[in-house]
């Protein structure tokens, strides 16, 4: 089989349902498949997904696996020799799938590749892409947001170019890469994941790239709520990346960066909640 489509979800049924009607999962090629692990969600994704997608591989998890965990359970039963690991709130067309394709075919030595993801308003969706997330580059990253308020990156590029790591909300990645690396590392219940998995490809000598000449739509949004987790988990994530790949004084650093990054927050929004009053 030539593709794996590998969707996890949790608690989203309306966008499972938009992404794969975005998909037209009923007219797949003969050679795709479509793998949806659900992680235990209480909308009543899995009965939706049973009803209005019998093609679709389900696999309804008691448990909430988490990203990375979730993904390694779905791709275990894949058969296409690329795995296309997509955001249940992504809207893909077939078009775009089949180029990302091509542009695997072309360079043989790519183990995985991210199309340019656009917001809701066509413009692009920030930190899709970047560099190893050492001391350095964080310092770099973090000043430039909070004290000149913008982005490290241009994150609309104009040609397909060589990264670091690439973002797992839509990434193809070549099955012979992805059985030599292992998969996800379940350590990671949500966020960097994408980056040690594209860390270790390159340790292996694959390559990782950026494709802007093929683009899909990422819806994001979060209830303030799961924002809040977000963070926490991010900062749990980031914590677990430093200890796997990185030394003792980065990861000192790290901590005195992290404490200083969420004093700086908290200055800012209680500067923000006296300016409303």
Known sequence: MR???IIVTWNVREQVRDCLLSLDVAHLPDDWEVILLDNASQDETAAMVRADFPSVHLI???ENLGFGAGNNRAAAHARGDYLLFLNPDTLVNQGAI???LDFMDAHPRIGACSPQLLLPDGSPQPYTFGKDPEPRYLLRRGWQRLVHGRALH???LDFPQQMSWVSG???LVRREAWEEVGGFDEGFFMYF???DLCLRMREQGWEIWYNPDVSIIHLGGQSAQHMAFSGRTYQQSLSYFYRKHY???PRAILRIGLAFYN???KLSIVKLQIQSK
């Open 3 to 5: 593709l794996s489509i």
């Open 60 to 62: 309804a998890s008691e």
């Open 98 to 100: 089949h180029a990302l």
């Open 154 to 156: 241009n994150w609309d």
């Open 169 to 171: 909300a839509a990434m």
């Open 193 to 195: 994941e994408d980056n």
């Open 247 to 249: 030394g003792r004084i």
């Open 263 to 265: 004093r700086i927050q």
